[in-house]
């Protein structure tokens, strides 16, 4: 069964940092390219940073760019999003999302229609 969780959320102070784990099972992993998407309430989901399959290539929203980045670890997994410089515009509910990629394609996803697979969540709240 393919599943996605998400962890590292939490409560964090503006100017502070989190970093978000996506762990997958049921997957040969190293076949997917990942995004990290966000929803705030009342707001649609947005997306956030993505990473190829092979990991060589990653970008991210404008609003995110310089403080997040994506890595992904197919040894263990998981793919991982390490947010600094935190601002209260951050707050939202994190998922990341899957889509299965043919080798030798390095390219990213920017879509939610993209993305087959997604995790439940984990909630970032970040304060003034």
């Known amino acids: 069964q393919v599943q996605l969780v998400e962890s590292g959320g939490g409560l964090v102070q503006a100017g502070g940092s989190l970093r978000l784990s996506c762990a997958a099972s049921?997957?040969?992993?190293?076949?997917?390219?990942v995004g990290w998407f966000r929803q705030a309430p009342g707001k649609e989901r947005e997306f956030v940073a993505a990473?190829?399959?092979?990991?060589?290539?990653?970008d991210y929203a404008d609003s995110v760019k310089g403080r997040f980045t994506i890595t992904r670890d197919d040894a263990k997994v998981t793919v991982y999003l390490r947010m600094n410089s935190l601002k209260p515009e951050d707050t939202a509910v994190y998922y990341c999302?899957?889509?299965?990629?043919?080798?030798?394609?390095?390219?990213?996803?920017?879509?939610?229609?993209?993305?087959?697979?997604w995790g439940q969540g984990t909630q970032v709240t970040v304060s003034s």
């Open positions: 990473i190829s399959r092979s990991g060589s290539s990653t």
């Open positions: 049921g997957y040969t992993f190293s076949n997917y390219a």
């Open positions: 999302a899957t889509r299965s990629t043919r080798r030798g394609y390095s390219g990213v996803y920017y879509s939610t229609e993209a993305y087959a697979d």
